[in-house]
């Protein structure tokens, strides 16, 4: 039965070589399958051109009988069971290699020339005509793909059966609306759920529309059609003509039943329909490809279906009403119709404690005999007793606030939302309702929490801030990279959409056109409710207290940074945004873009910044000397990310982002460049030497146009890391430092003409141009270069060599102002020595005490008079 064409041709040659001019070919199995035999059959037919007569032959006629219309129609007859002929004898050699080399030789040289007969015959052939086949399905395969392959967390079989039950309540209610009759058994619509854990088994019950006998067979018996799915496409083309179309039916896939079998061996299912008063029983198993159906007179179900689950053993959890519960909350928490939990509780109630009640009254009959007076009888005395009550609990008391109009909720409602969803205890800084009707329809309610969580640092977390819902039934929050990029991730909220492309088992969000402009609704949206929030903050009039956006930004500034880098799109925008110090804030208050435009100098068309560790570190640097003096605002980058965000903004607006620690800086009107000119003219020569001096360490030494105090100062390239770049890169784990060669900006070394440093600079050189002192006075320049201008110091030993020698040679000058008070430092050391002179003493007295003990049979040769301490000394050591 597995014969293939390559083989069947050697039978040929074989056949050809021999002299037999026919043969049979016999099934062996009753089971082969028709198409098996249609694919022989047609090899068979093939036959012709090389001369054989061919005929197939089954092992019984029963069977000849059932595939002779197929080959018929392939052209090949099929005779009734009958012996098949004996070969004709041919004398060959007896042994297995005698025959091989007798037949091999023979049978490749036959088979070549048959192959190119084959081949030939094959083009000339009548193509034959086209048929049409449906497909087929391994039933047990499937099912067993179904229930293991489909889902990867069983915990959504409770999530796919309380939907088919909201499913048939939804049918219901469209059918009552038309037809009084369809609520004759009950108008009360509801879901009830009830574990039993000692029998191991969970009751999934509703009051819907209920299923006749071919309502069972057809959903239930046949794999992926889904009776939701024609119900609803009935409703619509009845709303076509004037009826109610059903919006809000889940069910679409037709596989969601057979969940259950993830935790369950066995499912039974009893339902009666609203127009049929017989209940039916439907059972199967799983691994079973068979299923039971039967009527069920016993059946208590008056209109509805009652699905019980028999659970597997290691599924014995989902019989705790706990975790039904919790299955409830996460996934069918928005469910438009009731459903009800049955529940164990413990009540406490107050009851009179006959014990300690009796006590009390002896007590009091006591007291008032002594006293003499008549007994009163005492209040009884309560106590709490706990008994366990079993009831009906709803489980789903929360409404989907997105379904309703924005303009009907109130801000209380929305907080009340997110603090139970999210499981925040603030209040959201702002929120944002919407709802995105057309070729795509979706509803959406976006918050912005009052506080960052805790994992915020770890940037590649995976957040989970974004609650994906297909028509109020919960499917995932794993989709934020696809629904909210990541610099949004602080973003909390729903989406509800029924056009989103899910796969059947609901946990892939499929690459789509409709995901894409999802995305980005939801990110247009959440950016205008930040700008809307940035507003608010503009206008206020007092710069005392911390409005919205500043809590914010403390807490997700960085965000809207990293968004600056990855969002191109929305660039401009989050820029917007930024909030940063600048020369011009005090305190803890930040500047914007816009707000620092606003404040530009006459004929400034640049945005100066400069990156340094803290906001003090930047106001001390000598690069903002000059600008700041000449009232310029200047930008200060104190995070690591800033710098990175303004190189790929480059740009707000028509205006350019500078960075005053590189060159090109020009800040000279037309009236100073002459003078500037000069100046650059006559200390060239005094350049050249501090160039000469310093070697490849600096790209060149120029005349600064940027210092205003201070003598000198590195300025990096242009295309080049910064000063505070290249700390930043050094500092990484995995920093390469060959890479970073070509990454470091190139140091030019300014010199400020003004300064009283170079003034001496100059004299040196001028005086000696080839002694020690200016070459030493231009290294020491460089090094303290470095340190001021955010680099290190290459050598920090020779460095502190230089300043140790000025030292030594009394050369620090007399107007040198240290950063503490001398006086305070004079008390300070005083008071250190005093306290040493007091351990001292101290030291001494033991150090004789333990010298008389061991020398105690010695008598006293004097008198030591101790020393008395005024009481108020705080130095007192015995005191302390």
């Not at 061996?265 to 127009?275: A, E, F, G, L």
């Not at 819902?469 to 973003?491: C, N, Q």
């Not at 002179?837 to 040769?861: F, I, K, L």
Request: hydrophobic content about 40%; charged content about 30%.
């Amino acid at each position: 039965t597995s014969v293939g064409q390559p083989n069947l041709l050697d039978l040929f040659c074989c056949s050809k070589l021999l002299s037999v001019h026919s043969f049979s070919f016999k099934t062996i199995s009753q089971q082969m399958r028709t198409s098996t035999l249609g694919r022989l059959a047609k090899m068979l037919n093939r036959t012709a051109s090389m001369g054989l007569q061919c005929e197939m032959r089954a092992s019984c006629s029963g069977r000849a009988a059932m595939v002779a219309p197929q080959l018929t129609r392939r052209g090949l007859a099929v005779a009734a069971a009958t012996p098949v002929r004996q070969c004709l004898p041919v004398q060959v050699p007896r042994s297995a290699a005698g025959a091989a080399s007798f037949l091999v030789p023979q049978i490749r040289s036959e088979r070549a020339r048959r192959q190119s007969t084959v081949a030939t015959a094959a083009a000339t052939e009548a193509p034959q005509a086209e048929e049409t086949f449906q497909y087929q399905a391994e039933v047990d395969r499937l099912m067993d793909m179904i229930v293991n392959s489909l889902y990867s967390n069983r915990d959504v079989f409770l999530r796919e059966l309380v939907s088919n039950a909201s499913d048939a309540l939804d049918k219901i209610r469209f059918l009552g609306l038309s037809d009084e009759k369809a609520l004759a058994a009950g108008s009360d619509l509801q879901i009830s759920i009830k574990a039993d854990p000692e029998a191991k088994t969970i009751t999934i019950e509703d009051t819907g529309v209920g299923m006749t006998r071919e309502d069972i067979l057809s959903s239930l018996g046949t794999i992926a059609r889904s009776g939701t799915a024609k119900f609803a496409q009935a409703m619509k083309d009845k709303a076509a003509s004037g009826g109610t179309d059903p919006d809000n039916l889940i069910g679409q896939f037709g596989v969601g039943f057979y969940s259950s079998f993830l935790v369950s061996d066995r499912v039974v299912v009893q339902s009666r329909s609203y127009n049929d008063s017989t209940a039916w029983r439907w059972e199967a198993s799983a691994g079973s490809h068979e299923f039971k159906v039967r009527e069920d007179p016993d059946a208590d179900v008056p209109r509805g279906t009652r699905v019980t689950l028999y659970l597997k053993e290691d599924a014995a959890e989902y019989a705790d009403q706990k975790k039904l519960g919790e299955l409830i909350k996460q996934y069918s928490e928005f469910i438009a119709f009731p459903i009800k939990l049955w529940t164990k509780k413990t009540v406490y109630n107050d009851v009179e404690d006959t014990e300690a009640t009796a006590k009390a009254q002896e007590e009091a009959d006591k007291k008032a005999a002594e006293a003499g007076e008549e007994p009163k009888p005492v209040d009884p005395i309560k106590k709490s007793v706990g008994s366990d009550v079993t009831e009906w609990a709803v489980q789903n008391d929360n409404q989907p606030l997105w379904t309703r109009n924005p303009r009907s909720v109130e801000t209380k409602e929305y907080d009340e939302f997110f603090k139970l969803t999210f499981k925040e205890f603030l209040e959201p800084l702002a929120h944002t309702h919407f709802n995105v009707e057309g070729t795509i329809e979706f509803r959406s309610l976006l918050f912005v929490p009052g506080m960052a969580p805790f994992e915020q640092q770890d940037w590649m977390a995976k957040s989970r801030s974004i609650r994906l819902y297909v028509k109020r039934v919960f499917i995932s929050d794993e989709f934020d990279e696809a629904l909210m990029p990541k610099y949004l991730s602080f973003v909390k909220g729903v989406v509800d959409s029924s056009d989103l492309p899910l796969n059947v088992s609901r946990e892939i969000l499929q690459e789509s056109r409709v995901v894409k402009v999802i995305r980005k609704q939801l990110v247009k949206r959440s950016l205008d409710m930040l700008k809307e929030m940035a507003e608010r903050t503009e206008k206020r009039s007092s710069q005392t207290k911390r409005d919205d956006y500043d809590i914010f930004w403390t807490n997700f500034g960085r965000n809207l940074k990293m968004g600056v880098i990855e969002d191109q799109a929305n660039r401009e925008t989050l820029a917007s945004l930024l909030r940063f110090s600048s020369s011009a804030t005090e305190g803890e208050n930040l500047t914007s873009f816009a707000k620092y435009i606003s404040g530009m100098k006459d004929g400034q068309e640049a945005i100066y910044y400069m990156a340094a560790d803290s906001k003090k570190a930047a106001e001390s640097a000598p690069f903002v000397e000059r600008l700041v003096a000449k009232g310029y605002e200047v930008v200060y980058l104190t995070e690591p990310i800033d710098e990175v965000v303004f190189t790929n903004l480059a740009k707000f607006q028509d205006h350019d982002l500078v960075d005053v620690t590189k060159e090109g800086l020009n800040l000279d009107g037309e009236d100073d460049k002459a003078k500037a000119e000069e100046v650059e003219k006559e200390l060239q020569p005094l350049c050249d030497f501090v160039k000469a001096t310093l070697g490849e360490r600096v790209e060149k030494v120029v005349i600064s146009r940027r210092l205003a105090e201070s003598p000198v100062a590195l300025v990096t390239s242009k295309f080049g890391w910064s000063a505070n770049m290249e700390r930043i890169m050094k500092n990484q784990t995995m920093s390469d430092n060959r890479g970073m060669e070509y990454m470091k900006g190139r140091r030019i070394m300014e010199l400020n003409p003004d300064s009283p440093v170079i003034f001496s600079l100059r004299s040196q050189f001028e005086s000696a141009p080839a002694g020690p002192a200016a070459a030493a006075t231009a290294e020491l320049l460089y090094e303290t270069a470095l340190l001021t201008s955010g680099f290190d110091v290459e050598s920090p030993r020779d460095f502190a060599g230089r300043i140790y020698s000025l030292i030594a040679a009394g050369k620090v000058g007399d107007d040198f102002t240290p950063s503490v008070d001398t006086s305070e430092v004079a008390n300070r050391a005083a008071a250190m020595a005093k306290k040493r002179s007091n351990r001292e003493r101290v030291g001494a007295a033991v150090a004789a005490a333990a010298a008389r003990a061991e020398q105690p049979d010695e008598p006293a040769r004097e008198t030591v008079t101790p020393e008395v301490l005024p009481a108020s000394d705080g130095d007192d050591p015995w005191r302390k």
